[in-house]
C-alpha cells in the first residue's frame, strides 16, 4: 500500500466569515473581517469584548430528520462541525445515509474520520439553575449539590461536552463505520488530524477520510481562559475589525473565535474512479515540540516549528523556495509571532522575498483546534482558484520581520503551500499540499 | 520494508499501585484500589466511591518537579509513568544531554490524554453568585468578575487537553512528532495503535506511548453519575466492579497514567534494549450508530477486532487471551461478550478473556494503556490476570472470564480491545516477541 497519493475532493467550512467555504473565501478576498462585540453573552466586564463569532444557522438544516432527536445532545462545537462536515461531503458528491437514505453509495466501511476537538467548556445558563438550588445561606454546599443538586442536571449531560462526540455525530450522520479517531493538541490539533487522517489511506485502512476540527470558543469559561493567560487583546474592544493584528507592529493579542473545517480526503485511484473532481493533493505533514519551559508557561522556542515544517517540505519532495503560499499561525501575540516569523525566514533563506506569507487570523479569528482546518481550507481554495488574498491589518511588520506580506488580493500560480501551527503548550505541526498534476 | 514495532519499557501509575510491579502485585494478589472518595465530598453523590491513585509524590520521582508543579492530576501521572517506562526502556531523563542513542528528533509522543479538572470552587461560587433564579438569567458581570477574582491562569492552562503532552516533551526532551488524542474510554489504546502506525511507516524511531486521565472531580463523577454508568454500591467498594455478573451495575471510576515505550525492532537492537513485546497488530472503527449506545449486534467492535487481527497477520486460532474492555456495565458486557463469539465463533468459548478494572477500576483516557501493561506482563509471566467479584455469572455472559483467580497458561498472543463512548473502538494485538 506504501505510495498511495492521497487527494483532497472537497472542503467545508464554517467560520465567522459565513457559513460555507464560499462565504469564507469571498469574505478573504473581499478584505470583510468575521471579529465583533461577543453575542453570545454580555461581556461588559471582560478586559477582550470581541470575538469571532459565525453567522446565525438552524442546526435542523443540517441534520437529517431521523436523527433531530440526537441534535439535543450536540454542544456547539458539535453543531459547527456537523455543519462543514454536510458541506463537504455533499460537495464531494458523496452520497451518503444522509444524502440519500435509499441508495447510499459511500463505502462505509473504507470511510474513516480523524477529527480535531477543543476542551469542550459546558454551557453555563444550562447548568446554573441545578447549582443554583445547590445554594445554603448564598455558598455553593456540595452536600447540598449531591442531593439536591445532580437529580436536576440533564442525564445526558456529559455527553455532550465529550471532545470525541464531534466525531461520534459526523461518523452516525453519514456512516461512517471505519478507522477514527479525535485529536486533541490544542490549536495544531487540525493540522494534526489531516495528516493523521491522510496516514490512515496511505497505510490502506480507509480509501475515504473525513478530517477537520471544531472549535466554539466564545463561551465564558474559555473566554476568561484567555484573557488570564493574557493570549487576548485587551485593546481592541472599539474597534474589533481593527483588533486582530498578526505580524503587526501594534499587535497585542489575539481574537477567539469559533469554527469548523472539513476535508474530503480520498485515494487518488478511489477517487478517479468515481469521478471526483480533484481539488489539491496531500504532499506531506510532520509535527514536533517546543521543548523547553520558562517557569510554568512551555514557550515557542522556534526549533519545534523548524523540525515540523522541514520536515513536513521533504516529505513532500518540496524545497523551500519552491513554495507559491504559505499561511502561518499568525495569532498576533507579538512574542509568538516574532518567533514564528524568524523561522520562517530562516527556512526561506533567499527566497523570502518571493513566498507570500497570507495570515487569517485578522479576519476569522482565533478559532482554536479549527484554525488550522481553516486554514488547510484556504489553502486548497487557493490552488483551486490560483488566487491569494491580502495579509489583513498588517500595516507595518513587527521589527524587521522581512517576510513577504501580500497587500492586495491577487491571482497567480500556486502549487505548493505550506500551512503551520503551534499550539499554546509547545506543540508544532506543519502541512504541505500541491496542485494535483495527472499522472504521466 | 515496514518495521516491525517492540515495547521497549513500561510505566503505570494506577490505584493498585504507582508503578507496574506494585500493580501487578496487586493483580495477582486478588487486591482492589477502591474506596471511598476523598477527592472531593461527594457523600452525598449517588455513588460515594471510586478507585484514586494514592500517595503519588513526583518530587520522589522526577529530578526537577518545579516545573510540574501547576500540572493536572492527569499531567503527574502520565510524568510518573514516562519516568518509569523511560528508565527500563534505557532512556535518559535526567541530563539535557542525553547520551541513549535516541534522536529525540526521532523520538515522538502520542498521549490519550484528559482535560484536567476544571477549577470547581470558582465555577460553582460563580455560578450562585451570578444567577437569577427570578429571571432565569446570568449576570454576567458579576459572573465575570467572580471569575477573575478566583481562578489562576497556571490552573486555567493546565485544563488543556495538550498539557501532559507538553509536560512529556519538557521530560524527556522529545521533538518528534508529538500528538494527543481523546477517543473516550479508548483513548490510549488508540495512542499506542496509531503511534505504533507511525514507527511502522518509518516516520519515528520511538514513541512514548499512551494515556493519563483523572475525571475524579465533581462535574467528572456527576456527569457519569447522571448516565447511570457508575456503579451504586456504596456499601461495598471493594466488589462494586464485578465485570460479566448478573448484578453489575455500573463501573467504577479510576483514575492513572499509562505509558509504553514503542520501538522499531532495528532501534532497539541497535541499542541493546530489553524487549517485552511486540506489536502486531492495530484496527479502528466506529459504531456510526448512536451516540448513547454500542450498536446491538456490536457491529463496530466486531470491525476493530477483524481489522486488528489482519492487520496483525494471525488467525483467530492464535489468540491466547483477550483482555476485555469489561467495564461492568449492563451494555459494555454484554455486548462484548456478544463481539468475542462473533469473531472467534466456537473458539470464543476456550479462549480466557478477563478485565483488569475489576480490580483498578476504569481510567477511562488511561485505561487502554493500562490494561495493554498487564497483557505484557501475561506474556511474561505467563500467568492471566483474573475477573475479580465474580461470583454470580450473568446467565448469558458465558465466556471463560478467569474468575477470580490468577491462572498459569501458555500467553504468546493477545489482544486487548476498547470501546470509547460515543462508539469509537480500538483493538490491539501483541506478541511475545520472537527474533
Not at chain 1, 127 to 152: C, H, L, Q, Y
Not at chain 1, 331 to 356: F, N
Not at chain 2, 52 to 69: C, G, I
Not at chain 2, 275 to 301: C, K, N, P, Q, Y
Request: with cysteine; charged share 20%; proline share 5%.
Amino acid at each position: 500500500m506504501a505510495g498511495r497519493r492521497v487527494v483532497i475532493t472537497a472542503v467545508g467550512t464554517v467560520s465567522p466569515l459565513g457559513l460555507t467555504s464560499r462565504q469564507m473565501w469571498e469574505g478573504l478576498l473581499q478584505g470583510r473581517c468575521g471579529i465583533g462585540r461577543i453575542r453570545a453573552f454580555d461581556p461588559v466586564k471582560m478586559p477582550c469584548q470581541i470575538a469571532g463569532e459565525v453567522p446565525e444557522y438552524n442546526i435542523r438544516d443540517y441534520v437529517p430528520k431521523s436523527y433531530r432527536k440526537a441534535a439535543k445532545l450536540m454542544c456547539r462545537d458539535i453543531e459547527l462541525s456537523v455543519i462543514a462536515a454536510d458541506e463537504a461531503v455533499r460537495s464531494a458528491g458523496l452520497v451518503t445515509k444522509t444524502i440519500n437514505p435509499e441508495h447510499p453509495t459511500l463505502p462505509s466501511e473504507r470511510t474513516g474520520i480523524d477529527f480535531a476537538s477543543g476542551i469542550i467548556s459546558c454551557e453555563l445558563p444550562e447548568i446554573a439553575p441545578s447549582v443554583a438550588v445547590s445554594a445554603e445561606n448564598g455558598r455553593f454546599d456540595m452536600k447540598k449539590w449531591g442531593r439536591e443538586g445532580i437529580p436536576t442536571v440533564t442525564p445526558l449531560w456529559l455527553l455532550k461536552y465529550l471532545p470525541n462526540m464531534l466525531a461520534c455525530h459526523i461518523g452516525i450522520i453519514h456512516d461512517i463505520q471505519g478507522p477514527s479517531n479525535t485529536i486533541t493538541c490544542g490549536e495544531v490539533s487540525s493540522h494534526i488530524a489531516v495528516s493523521e487522517g491522510a496516514e490512515m489511506i496511505q497505510r490502506g485502512d480507509a480509501d475515504i477520510v473525513l478530517a477537520g476540527g471544531g472549535e466554539a470558543k466564545v463561551n465564558p469559561l474559555l473566554m476568561v481562559r484567555q484573557c488570564l493567560l493574557k493570549r487576548s487583546t485587551f485593546s481592541g474592544n472599539h474597534n474589533p475589525a481593527a483588533a486582530c493584528r498578526p505580524f503587526d507592529a501594534k499587535a497585542d493579542g489575539s481574537v477567539f473565535g469559533e469554527g469548523a473545517g472539513v476535508l474530503i480526503l480520498e485515494d487518488l485511484h478511489w477517487a478517479r474512479q468515481r469521478g471526483a473532481s480533484i481539488l489539491a493533493e496531500y504532499a506531506g505533514g510532520a509535527s514536533s515540540a517546543a521543548a523547553i519551559t520558562d517557569d510554568y508557561i512551555h514557550l515557542q522556542d522556534g526549533e519545534g516549528l523548524e523540525i515540523a515544517i522541514c520536515q513536513a517540505l521533504e516529505e513532500a519532495k518540496v524545497r523551500p523556495e519552491e513554495l507559491d503560499l504559505i499561511i502561518p499561525t499568525g495569532t498576533a501575540i507579538p512574542s509568538d509571532d516574532r518567533i514564528e516569523a524568524a523561522v520562517l525566514e530562516k527556512i526561506l533563506g533567499s527566497a523570502v522575498s518571493r513566498v507570500p506569507v497570507w495570515p487569517l487570523k485578522g479576519q476569522l479569528s482565533h478559532t482554536g483546534s479549527a484554525s488550522g482546518a481553516l486554514d488547510i481550507a484556504a489553502a486548497v481554495l487557493a490552488i483551486q482558484n490560483q488566487t491569494i488574498g491580502a495579509a489583513f491589518n498588517l500595516e507595518t511588520p513587527v521589527d524587521g520581520c522581512r517576510l513577504l506580506f501580500p497587500q492586495k488580493p491577487a491571482t497567480r500560480s500556486v502549487r505548493t503551500v505550506l500551512c503551520c501551527g503551534y499550539s499554546f503548550g509547545g506543540q508544532t505541526a506543519a502541512v504541505v499540499l500541491k496542485r494535483y498534476e495527472e499522472p504521466k | 520494508m515496514k518495521e516491525r514495532v517492540v515495547i521497549t519499557g513500561m510505566g503505570l501509575v494506577c490505584p493498585l499501585g504507582n508503578d507496574v510491579a506494585s500493580t501487578w502485585e496487586g493483580l495477582m494478589t486478588g487486591r482492589n484500589g477502591m474506596n471511598y472518595t476523598t477527592l472531593f465530598d461527594a457523600s452525598t453523590y449517588p455513588t460515594t466511591f471510586d478507585a484514586e491513585v494514592k500517595n503519588f509524590d513526583l518530587s520522589k520521582v522526577l529530578k526537577t518537579p518545579e516545573r510540574h508543579r501547576h500540572c493536572n492530576r492527569g499531567s503527574l501521572f502520565a510524568l510518573g509513568a514516562a519516568k518509569e517506562a523511560c528508565r527500563q526502556a534505557g532512556i535518559d531523563t535526567e541530563t539535557d544531554t542525553p547520551v541513549d542513542g535516541v534522536d529525540r528528533r526521532r523520538m515522538g509522543i502520542y498521549l490519550g490524554a484528559g482535560e484536567g479538572a476544571m477549577d470547581s470552587d470558582a465555577f460553582f461560587t460563580a455560578i450562585v453568585k451570578a444567577w437569577n433564579s427570578q429571571t432565569q438569567q446570568m449576570d454576567w458581570s458579576v459572573w465575570t468578575d467572580t471569575t477573575f477574582a478566583m481562578m489562576s491562569a497556571e490552573h486555567e492552562l493546565e485544563q488543556e487537553t495538550n498539557m501532559p503532552a507538553a509536560h512529556l516533551a519538557v521530560l524527556t526532551g522529545a521533538r518528534g512528532i508529538i500528538r494527543s488524542c481523546l477517543t473516550a474510554c479508548a483513548a490510549s489504546t488508540q495512542a499506542v495503535g496509531e503511534a505504533a502506525m507511525l514507527i511502522r511507516q518509518g516516520k519515528a524511531d520511538v514513541m512514548i506511548a499512551g494515556g493519563a486521565h483523572s475525571m475524579i472531580h465533581p462535574l467528572g463523577v456527576m456527569g457519569f453519575n447522571r448516565l447511570t454508568a457508575l456503579s451504586t454500591r456504596n456499601d461495598s467498594p471493594g466488589t462494586a466492579s464485578r465485570p460479566f455478573t448478573a448484578s453489575r451495575d455500573g463501573f467504577v471510576l479510576g483514575e492513572g497514567g499509562a505509558i509504553v515505550i514503542l520501538e522499531s525492532l532495528s532501534s532497539a537492537q541497535k541499542r541493546g534494549a530489553k524487549i517485552l513485546a511486540e506489536i502486531i497488530g492495530f484496527g479502528s472503527s466506529s459504531d456510526a450508530f448512536r451516540v448513547t449506545d454500542m450498536h446491538e449486534e456490536a457491529r463496530g467492535a466486531v470491525q476493530a477486532m477483524r481489522a486488528a487481527l489482519q492487520d496483525a497477520g494471525v488467525g483467530i486460532e492464535d489468540i491466547d487471551y483477550i483482555s476485555t474492555h469489561g467495564t461492568s456495565t449492563a451494555e459494555n458486557d454484554f455486548i462484548e461478550t456478544l463481539a468475542i463469539k462473533k469473531v472467534f465463533g466456537p473458539r470464543a468459548y476456550q479462549i480466557p478473556c478477563s478485565s483488569p478494572k475489576s480490580q483498578f477500576g476504569h481510567l477511562i483516557g488511561a485505561t487502554g494503556c493500562a490494561e495493554l501493561i498487564t497483557c505484557v506482563m501475561a506474556i511474561q509471566t505467563q500467568t492471566l490476570p483474573p475477573t475479580m467479584n465474580l461470583h454470580d455469572p450473568d446467565p448469558a455472559l458465558d465466556l471463560d472470564y478467569v474468575p477470580n483467580q490468577p491462572r498459569k497458561a501458555k500467553v504468546e498472543t493477545v489482544l486487548k480491545e476498547s470501546f470509547g463512548f460515543g462508539g469509537q473502538n480500538n483493538v490491539l494485538v501483541i506478541r511475545r516477541f520472537r527474533p
